[in-house]
């Protein structure tokens, strides 16, 4: 049975237009990996924390670089 965090994380990079590239790289962990744990096929010691922490770190980062308006383009 799959864990009810790892349908929310996926939905969120859904919504958010996250990859799972993008994810793994963040988590410095190999996208194989991280989609075995999004799967439930690997279980790691606080993954639902660590993941979920680098999915809210990387929307901050992206609503961050989209709001700043760019240097000559009238903003």
Do not use: F
Request: glycine letters at 6%.
């Amino acid at each position: 049975m799959k864990d009810k965090w790892t349908g929310d994380a996926v939905a969120i990079m859904h919504v958010y237009e996250v990859s799972q590239i993008q994810l793994a790289n963040k988590l410095h962990w190999n996208p194989k990996y991280l989609s075995s744990v999004l799967n439930c096929k690997r279980r790691p010691k606080n993954a639902e924390n660590t993941v979920m922490l680098a999915l809210i770190e990387l929307i901050c980062e992206k609503r961050t670089t989209e709001e700043v308006p760019k240097i000559g383009q009238g903003g």
